[in-house]
């Protein structure tokens, strides 16, 4: 047998370098992480003649570190939304690139519809050409020597190698998405006209005009929910609860959460929070979860917007506005969102069972009505508060507490100006 070529050997020692680095960096306690970093982190930047090696090596690290994370459960936008939480933009720009490294593995059949919106919105590629020379181009791109380049990475595979398993939320890379029935295809083209009405109640400066926008996606919603919903009956096993995970950031999170949770509810699904990821999973009907997630983000860019002008201002005896101010701003306004959205749903069910039925260009027609549907509705309830049972089989509930009036009351007043979507309450942890 020939011996090892230079290129092979200096590859193995890179490889045995960076495990060694990682796994001192992952086992020191919280005052030994500096030195443990420094340690590591001068071994791997010390030559430049050895830099290519440990690049490969750390691309060949990522993918069983990033692999790991996909099996116990965490998805791009999770491990992307920890490194934001607890490191820098460095580290961010770096989690992106190791998450498209280990994506080579996959073909595009193996992953979910959702996984695939979530690399779009990360702009997750494959920019470098040579796996040897990523780490230089990085540096280069970001403006930081070997050092500080490989302490970054050092830092961010010690941040992800400390994730505990959670609750998956749709198959990992290398099922096929087809076989665990989760939907590949774009979204409906109901969905699109629902989008369209929300961008304008966002764009829009007239209080009114937003309201009728959000008004009307709100019916649609609820009338692609029931249109699901009739359209699943006689299919059962093609048509089952789903989840996703919406991040939850600071300032405000428990507001934001009771937002959501209103939002949800309204849209026949539930929310349980991990405030220490920083999101919430969303249980529900694939449709349903897709409503969901567009508007609540409609609505807490309308909130946010409302509250900042609100916020500008001064208490009527002329002190400044607090974080009192704001939190209990938010949490008014996602308690009347809940209002108004239970009205909202209840009418369209009422109109739906009445056989009054709403077109995707929004106008209205006379149906023969469906008495399968009330039946259909409740038990797809129960088939997602099994779910959650079974995801999340020990729950606990949280209370807040407003303690400015005034920011409640400018609260209510923004939510019946809002285009509409779901608050108050508890939230399930």
């Given at each position: 047998m020939g011996r090892r070529s230079s290129r092979d050997e200096q590859g193995s020692a890179a490889d045995g370098l960076l495990a060694q680095a990682v796994q001192q960096v992952v086992a020191a306690q919280p005052d030994g992480l500096d030195l443990a970093l420094d340690v590591g982190a001068s071994l791997l930047a010390a030559s430049a003649e050895r830099w290519p090696q440990v690049s490969r090596a750390l691309l060949g690290h990522a993918e069983q570190a990033v692999g790991r994370c996909w099996a116990a459960g965490w998805r791009p936008a999770d491990l992307v939304r920890v490194v934001r939480r607890e490191l820098g933009a460095a580290h961010l720009a770096l989690a992106v690139d190791l998450i498209a490294a280990e994506g080579r593995r996959h073909a595009a059949a193996a992953l979910d519809r959702r996984w695939h919106e979530q690399l779009r919105e990360l702009a997750v590629e494959v920019w470098w050409a040579d796996d040897a020379e990523f780490l230089s181009e990085f540096g280069g791109r970001q403006r930081l020597d070997r050092f500080a380049v490989a302490t970054a990475a050092l830092e961010l595979l010690r941040a992800w190698a400390l994730l505990p398993p959670v609750a998956p939320v749709g198959p990992a890379p290398g099922r096929s998405a087809v076989a665990s029935n989760v939907r590949v295809a774009g979204e409906p083209r109901m969905l699109g006209r629902i989008r369209a009405l929300l961008a304008k109640a966002e764009s829009t400066e007239f209080p009114?005009?937003?309201?009728?926008?959000?008004?009307?996606?709100?019916?649609?919603?609820?009338?692609?929910?029931?249109?699901?919903?009739?359209?699943?009956?006689?299919?059962?096993?093609?048509?089952?609860?789903?989840?996703?995970?919406?991040?939850?950031?600071?300032?405000?999170?428990?507001?934001?959460?009771?937002?959501?949770?209103?939002?949800?509810?309204?849209?026949?699904?539930?929310?349980?929070?991990?405030?220490?990821?920083?999101?919430?999973?969303?249980?529900?009907?694939?449709?349903?979860?897709?409503?969901?997630?567009?508007?609540?983000?409609?609505?807490?860019?309308?909130?946010?917007?409302?509250?900042?002008?609100?916020?500008?201002?001064?208490?009527?005896?002329?002190?400044?506005?607090?974080?009192?101010?704001?939190?209990?701003?938010?949490?008014?306004?996602?308690?009347?969102?809940?209002?108004?959205?239970?009205?909202?749903?209840?009418?369209?069910?009422?109109?739906?069972?009445?056989?009054?039925?709403?077109?995707?260009?929004?106008?209205?027609?006379?149906?023969?009505?469906?008495?399968?549907?009330?039946?259909?509705?409740?038990?797809?309830?129960?088939?997602?508060?099994?779910?959650?049972?079974?995801?999340f089989p020990k729950l606990v509930s949280q209370r807040v507490r407003v303690s400015d009036g005034e920011g409640w009351m400018a609260g209510r007043a923004a939510a019946d100006r809002a285009a509409l979507h779901g608050g108050a309450g508890e939230i399930r942890r």
């Open positions: 009114e005009e937003a309201e009728a926008l959000s008004a009307k996606a709100q019916q649609l919603m609820a009338q692609h929910s029931i249109d699901d919903a009739l359209l699943s009956v006689g299919a059962p096993s093609k048509d089952s609860p789903a989840a996703l995970r919406i991040g939850i950031d600071n300032p405000y999170e428990s507001p934001k959460a009771m937002l959501l949770d209103a939002v949800a509810a309204a849209n026949r699904c539930r929310v349980v929070w991990a405030k220490e990821f920083g999101f919430c999973t969303i249980i529900g009907f694939d449709g349903d979860l897709d409503a969901v997630e567009l508007l609540y983000t409609s609505l807490l860019v309308q909130a946010t917007a409302t509250m900042s002008r609100a916020g500008s201002r001064r208490h009527r005896d002329g002190a400044p506005r607090t974080k009192a101010f704001r939190q209990s701003f938010l949490i008014s306004y996602a308690a009347r969102i809940r209002e108004r959205l239970s009205e909202a749903v209840e009418q369209a069910t009422a109109d739906a069972a009445a056989g009054r039925h709403l077109r995707e260009d929004g106008t209205a027609e006379q149906v023969v009505p469906d008495e399968r549907l009330l039946p259909v509705l409740a038990a797809r309830e129960q088939a997602v508060d099994d779910t959650v049972g079974r995801m």
